[in-house]
């Protein structure tokens, strides 16, 4: 038994949620760190302040995966995710604003950031629960479509609150404008607003349901068969880690690195850790969600772990950006690095612009890229638009005028309608239907990892090897983006 296609408005439909997701991430990627400035933090520290995000959804998103996984009430399996995440969400986009300190700007920044990772993660697994295989490169495409649209209206409102109604964009020192504050508000509205018409609107298969699907039983049964991962395993790869991890340190140590760095060396560190600890339970006979979700981990599928180097590389670039394209834009562009200055504001605000107009481009060609796809391959499709994504980025280094800069911004926006659809379309046919919520959480993983390493290591390439010119960082990006290109032609694609 074949999962029914769905009309193109229930695809819609259940993919609308993500129209206030990205609203959420808009307004936090284009603002955090014209926030944090404003609060007194300098240039070389905003990566380490940001660490918060990508760190939490290193935790968040394979618990609620796995949990979303093992779910069932009368609101479904995956909707009571989306709705619990949107509260809290909506709640920190109101309260972040108004931070009166650094300190509270970076706990409300993890706060945010790990309330949209709630609601976020079931919303990829929703997509493989839903759609046969060949709608699902459609079903990944529509959230583009959302995320685009959202992300447009939500990174341009200080500038359109300030220059058509007249709100400030400036504040006295220390205190956040008006036009930012006023865009988190909005943005907190529509968060759960959009999330409830899709819980409103979509009906889920029960566990039952599912399991009839023949696709799903295929999967669960013949693609990827349960594997009990050997105690020998855990305890090999988790004391490489530590040792890696001890080794790093000492190297740091010795050279005098910037605390940032340690990162990666306490990351190693601790998850070797977890997995001593995951083999030292399975050895006693201990089953719980740290148990099956690190033994999934070391069972992914082979186009997961190929699909991980290329998602390293992609969110290293994009994390990039969104740490350094404000200091980058007003230093390099505008020629100033005092956030109080109204030309500061100005340039702030530009960004904004840019990043609405990539999130735009984004919206507009996702569902070029099913036609794309269609015409050559999913791998293809990825492989050219990061390769436009990275001549993007460089290109930047080279332009002095803020109106020349919308050109690259619309590049940005190609590669990132087929990094938020490409990766997800190859991986749902990799994986079972039964596991889909927890692979997509550990697909999160290397999501992550780079943009941990993103937050380590380019505030101290910046300070020390740069001499503090941000416009250095997305250079470094779109050089990562053509490594990943090359990476795509190695993967195994499938349904």
């Not at 295989?133 to 479509?145: E, I, M």
Request: hydrophobic share 55%.
């Amino acid at each position: 038994m074949e999962k029914p296609r769905l009309s193109f408005w229930q695809i819609w439909n259940m993919s609308f949620g993500f129209l206030g997701i990205q609203f959420g991430f808009a307004l936090q990627n284009a603002n955090v760190s014209r926030i944090f400035e404003t609060l007194g933090a300098e240039i070389d520290n905003i990566p380490i302040l940001w660490i918060a995000a990508p760190v939490s959804g290193l935790i968040i998103q394979p618990i609620i995966g796995h949990m979303s996984d093992n779910t069932w009430t009368r609101l479904g399996r995956r909707r009571p995710y989306f709705l619990a995440g949107a509260i809290m969400a909506s709640l920190a986009l109101i309260i972040m604003p108004n931070s009166p300190t650094l300190w509270m700007a970076a706990g409300m920044l993890w706060i945010m950031d790990a309330s949209i990772n709630v609601s976020m993660e079931p919303f990829r697994a929703f997509v493989g629960d839903m759609l046969p295989p060949d709608q699902r490169t459609t079903g990944f495409a529509t959230q583009s479509f959302f995320i685009g649209t959202g992300a447009v209206v939500a990174s341009a409102l200080p500038y359109v609150l300030t220059n058509w109604f007249g709100i400030p964009n400036t504040a006295a020192e220390g205190i956040i404008p008006p036009s930012v504050k006023y865009s988190f508000y909005i943005g907190g509205a529509i968060f759960i607003l959009a999330i409830i018409w899709t819980v409103l609107k979509t009906k889920e298969y029960s566990p039952e349901e599912l399991a009839q699907f023949e696709n799903d039983r295929v999967a669960s049964s013949d693609q990827l068969k349960e594997k009990t991962a050997k105690v020998s395993t855990f305890l090999n790869v988790g004391l490489v880690l530590l040792a890696l991890g001890i080794g790093l340190t000492l190297a740091l140590a010795y050279v005098n690195a910037e605390k940032e760095v340690y990162i990666l060396a306490i990351g190693l560190i601790v998850f070797g850790l977890i997995e001593v600890m995951v083999g030292w339970m399975s050895k006693s006979g201990m089953s719980n969600g740290l148990t099956s979700i690190i033994t999934d981990l070391n069972n992914m599928p082979v186009t997961m772990k190929q699909l991980a180097v290329v998602q390293f590389f992609s969110w290293f670039a994009l994390f990039a950006m969104w740490i350094y394209s404000t200091a980058a834009i007003t230093s390099h562009v505008y020629g100033t690095k005092d956030a109080a200055s109204q030309l500061y504001n100005d340039g702030a605000d530009w960004v904004g612009v840019l990043f609405s107009v990539y999130n735009g481009a984004a919206a507009l060609l996702a569902f070029g890229l099913i036609w794309l796809a269609s015409k050559t391959s999913r791998k293809i499709t990825h492989t050219i638009s990061l390769v436009i994504g990275g001549v993007s980025f460089i290109s930047i280094s080279f332009i002095k005028s803020p109106e020349l800069l919308v050109i690259p911004f619309l590049g940005i926006g190609l590669v990132w309608a087929s990094i938020l659809a490409m990766p997800y379309a190859i991986l749902a046919g990799a994986i079972p239907g039964r596991k889909m919520g927890v692979y997509m959480g550990i697909f999160n993983f290397f999501i992550v990892i780079p943009q941990i390493c993103a937050a380590s290591l380019l505030g101290f390439l910046v300070k020390r090897v740069f001499e503090g010119e941000a416009i250095y960082a997305l250079i470094i990006g779109g050089v990562s983006f053509i490594i990943a290109a090359v990476m795509v032609l190695l993967v195994k694609d499938e349904n």
